[in-house]
């Protein structure tokens, strides 16, 4: 593997969860791998998860960390080609993305959408540029568009709690919040569950559509989320703001909340969720905290899993 | 050892002592004992000693070091059980705690007081709701009421430079200051000096008692520095704000900065302070820049084998 | 060698270039060399580069690497002698520095100057205080009025790049900029290229004359930047604020943007520039994006070399 950016990069899905959960058995297999190779984690937003156990799983493989915040610790980049920079940006992609290329043997990116011009997110602009100006294998850490290292960890812990011989049903469910997020974390789950054989099952209210190019191979897209709810092995619980109006919250009426009653409709279901969660508004303590049903501290488990299993695979070819 | 919060941690505080000292004399005896293990550490606030003291400890031992400035790195934590997270909390301990038990195999926090609410402080909510929701071991970097490391560093510093067969008369002076600062240091310096045998002796102006809960022992607390400085062995300049109208600063007439007329009512005391001192403000430049009667450095300097002989307490029963 | 502040710290230049050039070759040859040891970055302004390759270096001689934000992580220090500290500086740098000499095995410093008070700046008085203070020794990672590690990486790259038996011809011509620039990368690139023995040319607009005490030696200093280009085989291209009228921007009628016409002057010179670089104000697309005429990332990437050599020089003598 080269660059782990989205599901694409994956050649066979199957073959990945089975190595990450070979790992997962046997985590020292590949405890000097990494021995003389750094990372360099780069993050234009805030993390907890992701930097935290994106370096427990290179110092699991022998590597050296390098964390950057790049909007704190260093200075803003220039992404336009021909720009005349007089403004507010003081470096251009094109030599910080050389440099960083020989300082690190891999690189770590997190960069979240403005939500504000779609076209500019869902173009990948920022990944796209680092993509073009890098010589070192990139990992997104979480894209304007995608969380791979996430959904990810979604289907090793989906692999690990499945019981049943036949795919799973695979409910991802809206969630109320207070402020628009992104569609990343959702649309990721949708192309990582198609690919991985499950039943996708997508519930959300009018207005909250998301992009086809992800959804495309979803069992059923519905606004009614009983009807969804019906027979589920797992429902991911998450919040996203509007594609269609990009970035807007239309109002929903309904009560998009998820409580122990509605998990009835289900085959006594897991919930799932990609954290940070606001308890109490997309999901009720009842169900955070009933240990026989929710599974939202072993997918966050299984993020050093997933990470230490991209690393690996990268490693072995460098 | 299982977390370190506050000199009840410790069975033994003579053996500990005694640990510290054998492991600065034998700095790379467990140089591997921290192999493949990883601290996270957290910070709610500042640090300079404490952040490069604890590192460059686990780095002795061989372990990882993950560092987390919770404040700006990451995103601000909910504590209340129940709460309706539509504020600006973005994720509540129990999730953030969980979390970070399966990415780290010991966990370092630094939380100070508000100095607004007693209670909240002296409850120790923060530290409560981590050690309640972690699954791993806990070391205060500095709690809201407690700082147990530089206590520790203290006790061997004065371990190591007492020069009699008795017990040491210890005096923890109040000293000026120009904004309020938390009871830490001084409650913890006065619980770790009372369970290891010395003669305590607190000075304070009216108006700072300290909380008796961690006094409780002391042979005397007077508001006369004078009386209290007769024949000190060591002489600990520290100040602290209100305990009893909580956070203020009650005006004092007197004049206690330090000097070295007034030392001269002293056995020839050494004087101690956890720092950052501001010089003559605090302390005066000719007691703090004077070698035959400072310690601070000495107490920085142990520092590291205090962080050092913890981490290898607790990395044993990992 | 002990320090790093500037060339004059180099006993031999010749010699330490050459060794630059073999550790290069020889990327693993002292990959244990600083085992058990830690340096501490310590940043009171951003960086990227230098935090950067400084880490990498480190990494690859076996150390440990603690970054403090000197600015952000601690408070702010005190370097005034005898000062009665009753406002915004917590900590003077007579404590810090002991404190940090004994967590670290060397430190590196970057300290930016303020551009209002030279004496201040130009009397390096931070590093100077970090000098008086340490008792480890202390590398620049930029300071006032020197960026060393920067020079030497620039000497590096000349060396690699200079393909005839003559000295080279080295123009450092002054580029246009949008706010005031430190004359440090300047300054340091002038006495490094003296004392390596290369013909300096300096050429730059009136009133941004450089302080005569790092460009002594200096073959011709012009205003005329066709006069500077004549037969260069290395075009340092930087800008920086005035000297004489101390971090002032006077106006600049003439145009200073080097272009590929102005290069037809030189024996197809290469460009250099220490970056992050302006486009299009400090240096046009067309000569940055020629890979046959840019060093630019060719010198980027000796900053590792630069930095390990060094590293090894004091870690030798450790």
């Known amino acids: ?7 694409q990069n994956v050649p066979d899905i199957v073959a990945l969860l089975n190595k990450a959960i ?10 000097v791998i990494g021995k003389g190779k750094t990372i360099g984690l780069l993050f234009m937003n805030p993390s907890l998860r992701t930097r935290m156990s994106t370096q427990r799983a290179a110092y699991n493989l022998g590597m050296n960390v390098m964390t950057v915040n790049l909007d704190k610790d260093s200075w803003q980049l220039e992404f336009g ?3 005349v920079m007089n403004g507010s940006t003081s470096e251009h992609i094109k030599e910080a993305a050389g440099v960083i290329s020989q300082y690190c043997d891999i690189v770590g990116l997190r960069s979240f959408p403005g939500l504000i011009d779609r076209e500019k997110d869902y173009n990948e602009e920022i990944f796209n540029a680092f993509l073009a100006n890098l010589s070192v294998p990139l990992i997104s850490l979480e894209s ?7 959904s990810f960890a979604d289907m090793i812990t989906i ?3 499945h019981r049943s011989e036949q795919r799973p049903k695979v409910v991802l469910t809206w969630a109320p919040h207070i402020k628009p997020l992104p569609q990343a974390v959702s649309n990721s789950f949708a192309e990582w569950s198609i690919a991985s054989g499950a039943e996708l099952v997508i519930a959300h209210p009018k207005g909250y559509e998301l992009d ?3 959804t495309k191979g979803a069992s059923l897209i519905t606004h009614n989320q009983s009807e969804a709810l019906q027979d589920a092995d797992f429902v991911y619980v998450k919040n996203w703001s509007s594609y269609t109006d990009y970035g807007a919250m239309p109002e929903v009426k309904e ?3 998820l409580n122990k009653s509605k998990m009835e409709l289900t085959k006594q ?13 997309e999901l009720s303590d009842e169900l955070i905290d009933d240990p026989s049903v929710s599974l939202i501290q072993q997918q966050a488990g299984n993020r050093v899993i997933a990470a230490q299993t991209i690393l690996t695979e990268i490693l072995k070819e460098l």
Chains 1, 2, 3 share one sequence.
Not at 22 to 31: A, D, F, L, R, T
Not at 269 to 281: D, E, F, G, S, T
């Open 1 to 7: 593997m080269r660059n782990f950016i989205s599901v």
């Open 22 to 31: 070979h790992i997962k058995q046997n985590p020292s297999e590949y405890s």
């Open 81 to 83: 080609d021909g720009a």
């Open 144 to 150: 304007a568009t995608l969380h791979p290292l996430q």
């Open 159 to 161: 692999k690990e709690h």
């Open 212 to 214: 086809e190019k992800f």
């Open 255 to 257: 009560n998009w909340l």
């Open 269 to 281: 279901a897991k919930i799932m969720h990609c954290l940070p969660v606001r308890r109490n508004v």
